[in-house]
């Protein structure tokens, strides 16, 4: 029997993944590999939700947000008994390897499947919230920034029209990458992550300062991370006397067409992954350093730390007066 390698997508969804799925199936075929999609995440390898993938199954999935092999979290899959039930059925499919697109939950996973199941696996870090150590990039961080970007445009027109204070909660789970790039970009008089320390009353002086030369409209960025965003808008508001209004983001920052940038990672990565599971390597994880596709084991990618872009956070306070 043709030997097969099995795609699935884990966790949070996240736009590119649909191209990742493309990029894996595609780069698979070339080898003369059977593709298999695996739908909902370890619970479809578990439940043998299954699709086989050709060629043109992936057609017109580039462009598209979210994944069509869906998602899903499983429970069960931190039990041993479940994770060799899993690398059976991978062994019932002939799969000689596995990629698994998602964020560090999903890597640990797919290093048990590699460890106790001995399935061959491939991580692919795909996560709006940038927050996987052994990787400058993950799939979908671009698209989230931008349509969070894009909110904060609109936000920030009403918000010049009637002389207010906006936060703006975004996503970004424990970490402050989103956060930070956003505020940056978005010109936002403060920005506060769960990295940095803050201090409100700081913060509510550089408001009532700037207020006072004559600026009108201040975005503040709050990132989830924070866990604070309604506390943080009344005191803003009880400090500096002028009135602010919190939006939380939320979802939709996890949806839309992805951008050039993640579509172009995505690829890369999923290419990547066919690549080392038909060169027999196993539990990896594929990453961007320096602009290029690298790969590192799992468990020491787990173990990694990722140190936060203070110098950004610095020249993004200075700036914005
Ligand atoms: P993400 O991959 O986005 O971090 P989760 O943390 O929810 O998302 O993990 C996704 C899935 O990965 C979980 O539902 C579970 O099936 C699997 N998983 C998470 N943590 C572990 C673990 N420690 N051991 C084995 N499998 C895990």
């Known amino acids: 029997m043709q030997k097969a390698i099995g795609v699935l997508t884990s966790g949070g969804d996240a736009p590119g993944m649909n191209a990742a799925v493309r990029a894996v199936t595609r780069a698979a075929i070339r080898k003369d590999y059977r593709v298999i999609g695996i739908q909902r995440g370890y619970n479809g390898l578990l439940n043998g939700e299954c699709i086989e993938l050709n060629c043109r199954d992936v057609s017109d999935i580039i462009q598209r947000g979210g994944t069509i092999l869906y998602t899903a979290r499983c429970k069960e899959f931190i039990q041993e ?20 697109i998602g964020g560090d939950g999903s890597f640990r996973g797919a ?9 061959r696996c491939v991580g692919l870090p795909g996560t709006i919230d ?26 920030r027109d009403t918000s010049q029209s009637h002389d207010r204070c906006s936060v703006v ?45 004559q600026k009108e409209h201040f975005i503040v960025v709050v990132a ?37 940038r993640d579509r172009v990672a995505a690829s890369q ?3 990547h992954a066919v690549e080392l599971i038909s060169r027999g390597a196993t539990n990896r994880v594929v990453g961007l350093k320096d602009n290029k596709i690298i790969d590192v084991d799992i468990q020491e ?6 140190p936060f872009d203070t110098e950004l956070y610095r020249v993004c306070n200075e700036i914005t007066f």
Do not use: F
């Open 269 to 271: 990565m999923g290419y």
């Open 81 to 100: 008994e479940y994770v060799k039930k899993a690398a059976e059925k991978c062994r019932e499919l002939n799969m000689e390897g596995l990629v698994v």
């Open 301 to 306: 990618a787990l173990a990694m730390k990722k």
């Open 169 to 213: 909660e975004v996503m970004g789970r424990h970490a402050g990458w989103i956060a930070l790039n956003v505020a940056m970009a978005a010109g936002a008089i403060a920005c506060i992550t769960p990295e940095m320390p803050y201090d409100i009353n700081a913060i509510a002086d550089k408001i009532i300062k700037a207020h006072e030369a």
């Open 111 to 119: 290093a048990d499947l590699s460890r106790i199941g001995g399935i």
């Open 224 to 260: 989830e991370g924070v866990e604070n965003s309604e506390g943080i808008t009344k005191q803003l508001k009880e400090l500096t006397g002028i009135e602010t209004r919190l939006t939380v983001l939320g979802h939709v920052q996890r949806g839309g067409s992805p951008t050039v």
């Open 130 to 155: 940038n927050d996987i150590q052994c990787t400058e990039y993950t799939i979908g961080y671009d698209t989230a920034m931008n349509t969070a970007l894009e909110m904060i445009d609109k936000i």
